[in-house]
């Protein structure tokens, strides 16, 4: 999230937050507004100029300004591309947090909650709902520079997210790598922006001392490891994103999310992504690690 201009020099950043209803942008808002930003939620994207500006001038002390944006802002989306225009020639580089979660997981939070989905409208289906939402929202996403995937988030993690990504923008640190384990069987994880596919290494599950354990533990580790594949693999993904990382860095984007994944998510893609991180991090880059279904039942 490499912030220009003025506002760069200032120390001060603007983030706008949106993303599918239900997937957390109330949340993200309030973890923002620990880190000391100014938010405001559901501000017509007209007005966000005025905000901003007004904000710099009443406190030089605040760090930012966090925009909440949904589907409901109904002048936001025909406006946005000039709003953020006009910010940008005054200084100041929108950055766009998006918060996503799969359809099913969204539809529960609705049926859980007994609210209605903000864009239901004339008998409309929670999931048809969300899924115009989607498609309202395509635009928004692509320009994101941090897409949180909500769906197994904890409220604990998504603080950690954000607060890595935000220290990160304040401190002008290398950019933050995202490793995430998941397993295929359960599909993919929301907003990754590449994905390995490791089910080419032999499976410990297939190992019956190994098939209760998991890639945290040092036995199934030792396993993995050991073949010439695993090791080779490793160091070509870092050779690989050692080439990406500074490409993407140079197109405005702090945080890069990557998915490796096995089959069900619990031994060879827990490993792999540990062994990426050390090496990663060894080669100078500010590496995490988020396992998403390491805890779900065995394959």
Same mark, same amino acid.
Request: proline share 4%; aromatic share 8%.
């Given at each position: 999230m490499t912030i220009s201009g003025s506002s760069a020099d200032l120390g001060f950043h603007l983030f706008i937050v949106t993303g599918v209803s239900g997937s957390g942008r109330g949340s993200a808002m309030r973890v923002l507004e620990d880190l000391g930003f100014y938010c405001v939620d559901n501000l017509p994207v007209a007005l966000a100029r005025s905000v901003v500006h007004l904000v710099r001038q009443h406190d030089a002390t605040i760090p930012g300004v966090a925009l909440g944006i949904d589907a409901r802002e109904r002048l936001f989306f025909p406006q946005w591309p000039q709003a953020f225009a006009e910010l940008e020639r005054d200084g100041f580089k929108p950055q766009v947090i998006f918060l996503n979660a799969s359809d099913d997981v969204l539809a529960r939070r609705y049926s859980e909650s007994r609210r209605p989905h903000p864009l239901a409208e004339g008998g409309m289906s929670v999931v048809e709902s969300i899924r115009r939402?989607?498609?309202?929202?395509?635009?928004?996403?692509?320009?994101?520079?941090?897409?949180?995937?909500?769906?197994?988030?904890?409220?604990?993690?998504?603080?950690?997210?954000?607060?890595?990504?935000?220290?990160?923008?304040?401190?002008?640190?290398?950019?933050?790598?995202?490793?995430?384990?998941?397993?295929?069987?359960?599909?993919? $994880?929301?907003?990754?922006?590449? /994905?390995?596919? !490791?089910?080419? &290494?032999?499976?410990?599950?297939?190992?019956?001392?190994? #098939? *209760?354990?998991?890639?945290?533990?040092?036995?199934?580790?030792?396993?993995?490891?050991?073949? $010439?594949?695993?090791?080779?693999? /490793?160091?070509? !993904?870092?050779? &690989?994103?050692?080439?990406?990382?500074?490409?993407?860095? #140079? *197109?405005?984007?702090?945080?890069?999310?990557?998915?490796?994944?096995?089959?069900?998510?619990?031994?060879?893609?827990?490993?792999? /992504?540990?062994?990426?991180?050390?090496?990663?991090?060894?080669?100078?880059?500010?590496?995490?690690?988020?396992?998403?279904?390491?805890?779900?039942?065995?394959?």
């Open positions: 939402e989607r498609l309202a929202l395509a635009e928004i996403r692509e320009r994101a520079s941090l897409v949180i995937d909500t769906t197994t988030t904890t409220i604990h993690q998504l603080r950690e997210i954000i607060t890595a990504a935000v220290l990160g923008t304040r401190t002008g640190s290398n950019m933050t790598v995202s490793l995430v384990s998941f397993g295929y069987k359960y599909g993919h $994880p929301v907003g990754l922006d590449l /994905v390995f596919d !490791v089910r080419f &290494l032999p499976n410990p599950f297939f190992v019956p001392e190994l #098939r *209760e354990l998991t890639g945290t533990d040092a036995r199934v580790r030792d396993f993995v490891m050991s073949q $010439p594949e695993a090791r080779h693999f /490793v160091e070509e !993904v870092t050779r &690989l994103l050692g080439f990406l990382i500074p490409l993407y860095r #140079r *197109e405005g984007k702090s945080y890069l999310s990557i998915g490796l994944g096995c089959t069900g998510g619990r031994h060879r893609s827990p490993v792999v /992504v540990r062994a990426l991180r050390d090496s990663l991090a060894h080669e100078g880059f500010e590496v995490e690690i988020r396992d998403h279904d390491l805890e779900r039942d065995a394959q």
